[in-house]
């Protein structure tokens, strides 16, 4: 059974940072793309930032370029993103998300169906 936990929200005043960590269990964690996503009050669920199964290529979305940074510790199951610099529009429940496919990063990396198990999310919550 594959199962994703976040870990790392919080409330944060605008300015500050948070770093999030998902942890990835029942599936060589190695192998796969992992996302990032979030999902604010009243929104659909946005694309944040992706990370190719060996960190070689990371794509992010343009509002947190140069914020936030995507990493991944294959040897901790573990996928990471430091948020600098936050505001109070980053306010969200942030979730990560594995890839459905074996050593891929494809053409569609923002869209939700590409990844098929997800955490439960953790809330970020910036104040202004």
């Known amino acids: 059974q594959v199962q994703l936990v976040e870990s790392g929200g919080g409330l944060v005043q605008a300015g500050g940072s948070l770093r999030l960590s998902c942890v990835v269990s029942g599936r060589t964690f190695s192998d796969y793309t992992m996302g990032w996503f979030r999902q604010a009050p009243g929104k659909e669920r946005e694309f944040v930032a992706v990370i190719k199964w060996n960190g070689g290529t990371i794509y992010y979305t343009d509002s947190v370029k140069g914020r936030f940074t995507i990493s991944r510790d294959n040897a901790k199951n573990t996928v990471y993103l430091q948020m600098n610099s936050l505001k109070p529009e980053d306010t969200a429940v942030y979730t990560c998300?594995?890839?459905?496919?074996?050593?891929?990063?494809?053409?569609?990396?923002?869209?939700?169906?590409?990844?098929?198990?997800w955490g439960q999310g953790t809330q970020v919550t910036v104040s202004s």
């Open positions: 998300a594995i890839d459905r496919m074996r050593y891929r990063l494809r053409v569609g990396y923002q869209e939700e169906e590409k990844y098929d198990y």
